[in-house]
């Protein structure tokens, strides 16, 4: 794997480089930016298993704000990261994000804003309402998108149960559901039931053959 870091935009690189390999832009979650642990490790482990990974912050993260900007910031700034990937891009590209940052995908991809459109897109823990609030949800976008999509969602995630997301993806022809077992919003299942990190590291291969597949 090669690293490679602009003021921007974080490109982690396989380190055999596929015919058209495909480059996965991938968006933080709500509470820390491209910089955390979490990020970091599934833009390696991705990247070890031969997709092109490029993060960024959204601006409030790159600012040094805690509460994250509207959801027209934030949409807007995954659409200029989105282009200034594709106009260096020569494969297909497939966005995602974790929690807030998948949100924001789907929302960029449901009003068509991502030019040129996304192959496919990746959740890892899709927000499907607030914890302990289902009557709060955040789906009513999704049937408006047509690519292939991938949600990874583990069984203990407060942000919709595994009941919740079945029937969520049941109604979304182009959708698949990957359920962790044990995992949280994260997709970690404890260290009691899962000391080697055995599942985290099924879901990173589930997302790297979905999205070799798919783009």
């Known amino acids: 794997m090669t690293f490679h870091e602009t003021q921007d935009l974080r490109t982690y690189a396989p380190s055999a480089r596929l015919r ?4 996965l ?49 934030l949409e807007n700034a995954f659409a200029q990261a989105w ?23 789907s929302q960029v991809t449901a009003k ?4 040129p459109a996304p192959a496919a897109l990746v959740f890892f823990g899709y927000p499907l309402h607030p914890p302990g609030k289902p009557g709060q949800r955040r789906d009513r976008h999704l049937p408006d998108i047509d690519v292939p999509t991938l ?17 969520l993806v049941a109604k979304l022809p182009a959708a698949t559901l990957e359920l962790i077992e044990g995992g949280d919003h994260s997709l970690l299942a404890p260290k009691r039931v899962d000391p080697t ?18 783009a």
Do not use: C
Request: no cysteine; hydrophobic share 40%; charged share 20%.
């Open 83 to 105: 282009r200034e990937v594709a106009a260096s891009n020569t494969g297909r590209l497939v966005a995602g994000g974790k929690s807030m940052g998948g949100r924001i995908a």
């Open 20 to 23: 058209a390999t495909p480059t």
């Open 197 to 214: 990190g055995a599942s985290f590291e099924q879901a990173l291969d589930r997302a790297a053959a979905f999205i070799l597949a798919t």
């Open 112 to 115: 068509g804003g991502f030019d």
């Open 25 to 73: 832009v991938l968006a933080h979650g709500a509470g820390a930016g491209h910089d955390h642990p979490w990020m970091t490790r599934v833009a390696q482990g991705l990247a070890g298993r031969g997709v092109r990974v490029v993060t960024f912050n959204f601006p409030y993260t790159a600012a040094g704000r805690r509460v994250p900007d509207r959801a027209p910031v």
């Open 151 to 167: 949600f990874l969602h583990g069984t203990r995630d407060p942000f919709g149960t595994p009941e919740e997301m079945r029937k």
